[in-house]
């Protein structure tokens, strides 16, 4: 797999000058072996030319036969913008002061989040193959009859840990990753769960169904790439069981229907990711969890899988290209323009058959 280079250009470069500047830079790179590392960031070179179109340059990985991927960027610099609801989408005299926040990425703001946020465990490499991959096979148009693909994400952990900021920054990296070679912009929505609720009864599924109403002219652009949060979405999503035992009104439970049902329709947008952050996963009604992917040899493998849903079976390629499958980017185009025949058939093979072992061993362990 080749190293990856990321390299934020500065504002008024012609798009048709990048495949020039990829050359210059990859020659770069190999004259500078000795002092490239991972982490390393520059922003002055010796070569004049370099420096004048080249803002920062970042080091992400190496590998050693000294192949890189080079990603070119540039970062919009404006704010997020708010979305402020007229009189007429709100309740009155107390429209809620923000459904959404709008934000173009790669942007100035969200810069060096991805490298400031620091797990115990692998988290991020992980998140960011799991992540690429269902962005590539929806860019790719993969059957969802076949293979399981939701993109939607959650993110669960104490308050505090880093949830929000890493929806931000992953959402970042995707974008670099992403436009413009698949999508030609991308964009970060931040939603509002709180103003999602109405005083009036029986409104604040209207308010649900109105937020998503007003995001389809974004959603609806299969040139954009849509990363949508949903911030502390067990404020919407309250169990139902709480609900159906009486202890909450019956507005909360078309609160969670319309979030479901306006989920449930975005699965078929191949451009668009969710990203679900929550302090209490508890709470958060079974449907929206097992929509939530990241949570499988087929052929020789249908005695060991017996017992297994459809479901689960339907996630088994992505599993496997995302957390095990080493590939370069042409071979894992060439599988998904024909998913029959692969280029290397046995370490594909491989690949399903050790994520199979994983989610078996899962499933006998609960």
Not at 91 to 105: L, Q, Y
Not at 165 to 180: E, N
Not at 342 to 353: F, P, T, V
């Amino acid at each position: 797999m080749p190293g990856i280079v990321e390299c934020r250009l500065k504002k008024g470069l012609n798009p048709k000058e990048h495949e020039d500047l990829q050359i210059l830079i990859q020659k770069w790179l190999k004259n500078n072996l000795d002092i490239i590392a991972p982490g390393l960031v520059l922003s002055h070179f010796h070569e004049q030319q370099l420096t004048d179109i080249v803002d920062m340059m970042r080091i992400v990985a190496i590998d050693e036969k000294n192949e890189f991927k080079v990603y070119l960027y540039e970062c919009d610099e404006n704010e997020p913008f708010d979305h402020i609801p007229s009189p007429d989408e709100g309740e009155g005299d107390e429209c809620p002061s923000s459904s959404f926040k709008e934000i173009v990425v790669p942007c100035l703001n969200f810069e060096d989040m991805w490298e400031n946020l620091i797990f115990e465990i692998d988290v991020k490499d992980q998140l960011m193959n799991y992540a690429a991959t269902a962005i590539l096979f929806g860019s790719r148009h993969v059957d969802l009859m076949k293979i399981c693909c939701n993109r939607i994400i959650l993110f669960h952990g104490e308050p505090g840990t880093g949830k929000t900021t890493l929806c931000k920054a992953l959402a970042q990296k995707l974008a670099i990753r992403f436009v413009p070679k698949h999508y030609i912009e991308a964009r970060f929505i931040e939603i509002n769960a709180h103003s999602l609720f109405s005083k009036w009864f029986s409104e604040s599924g209207k308010l649900v169904v109105a937020l998503f109403k007003s995001l389809e002219h974004i959603i609806n652009d299969e040139t954009t790439l849509t990363f949508l949060l949903i911030d502390e979405v067990e404020s919407l999503t309250a169990a139902r069981t709480a609900a159906l035992k009486g202890n909450e009104p019956s507005d909360s439970i078309r609160v969670v229907n319309a979030l479901l049902t306006e989920i449930d329709k975005l699965k078929y947008k191949s451009n668009v990711m969710i990203f679900a952050t929550s302090n209490l996963p508890d709470s958060i009604v079974l449907s929206l969890k097992d929509d939530n992917d990241p949570s499988i040899r087929l052929w020789n493998l249908s005695g060991q899988l017996s017992g297994l849903s459809g479901r689960v079976l339907r996630k088994l390629p992505l599993l496997a290209y995302s957390r095990h499958l080493i590939v370069r980017y042409e071979f894992l185009v060439s599988l998904l323009n024909n998913l029959t025949e692969s280029i290397d058939e046995l370490s594909y093979l491989s690949a399903l058959e050790k994520q199979s072992r994983i989610e078996i061993e899962a499933r006998i362990a609960k």
